[in-house]
T-cell receptor, first 109, second 110 residues
Framework: AQRVTQPEKLLSVFKGAPVELKCNYS??????LFWYVQYSRQRLQLLLR?????SIKGFTADLNKGETSFHLKKPFAQEEDSAMYYC???????????WGAGTKLIIKP | SQTIHQWPATLVQPVGSPLSLECTVE??????LYWYRQAAGRGLQLLFY??????ISSEVPQNLSASRPQDRQFILSSKKLLLSDSGFYLC?????????FGPGTRLLVL
């Protein structure tokens, strides 16, 4: 069955340190993967998608089909990166998303 | 530009009372619409989705129902709320693969 796993419920790092939020998936087809972010008191919003191959707010994510992973990375964390991060996989033509449980990222000053 | 609205923002209801949460979308036509429940540590649970007026698909059988009386209106309802219905409810619509979320409704059932 299709599944998205975010193994860390909480990740805490110091400002300036590298950040990696893990996401693993299981899917039989060709996946489309996304990272969504929810800052405090803001709406859940798209951060980036793997097909765009872009860097948003210093974050990047590479789809590794061999390891079935889509980890989110940033070389130097900033305090404003503190938020809830969700990894999601697009399932079918109705654009339903399969969601991970989310990782709360806390950046300590 | 497209906008999605949800109301109310917060709701406190007694057990056994009815529920109606409304979601409307502006600036697009015939969107796919979604209702989610967001729970701490459990991510987003898809409750219902709709690909058109009157077309509702339920993902999880429970005490809730959904309706889409108009193209850009999506309603989440219950006839009798349970304590377990408490949570944060999100409405979303889709533009291609990207989902856009409303501000959410925090429901507390007492």
């Amino acid at each position: 069955a299709q599944r998205v796993t975010q193994p860390e419920k909480l990740l805490s790092v110091f400002k300036g340190a590298p950040v990696e939020l893990k996401c693993n998936y299981s899917y039989s087809g060709s996946p489309e993967l996304f990272w969504y972010v929810q800052y405090s008191r803001q709406r859940l919003q798209l951060l980036l998608r793997h097909i765009s191959r872009e860097s948003i707010k210093g974050f990047t994510a590479d789809l590794n089909k061999g390891e079935t992973s889509f980890h989110l990375k940033k070389p130097f964390a900033q305090e404003e990166d503190s938020a809830m991060y969700y990894c999601a996989l697009s399932e079918d033509s109705n654009y339903q998303l399969i969601w991970g449980a989310g990782t709360k990222l806390i950046i300590k000053p | 530009s497209q906008t999605i609205h949800q109301w109310p923002a917060t709701l406190v209801q007694p057990v056994g009372s009815p529920l109606s949460l409304e979601c409307t979308v502006e600036g697009t036509s015939n969107p796919n619409l979604y209702w989610y429940r967001q729970a701490a540590g459990r991510g987003l649970q898809l409750l219902f989705y709709s690909v058109g007026i009157g077309q509702i698909s339920s993902e999880v059988p429970q005490n809730l129902s959904a309706s889409r009386p108009q193209d850009r209106q999506f309603i989440l309802s219950s006839k009798k709320l349970l304590l377990s219905d408490s949570g944060f409810y999100l409405c979303a619509w889709t533009a291609k693969e990207t989902q856009y979320f409303g501000p959410g409704t925090r429901l507390l059932v007492l």
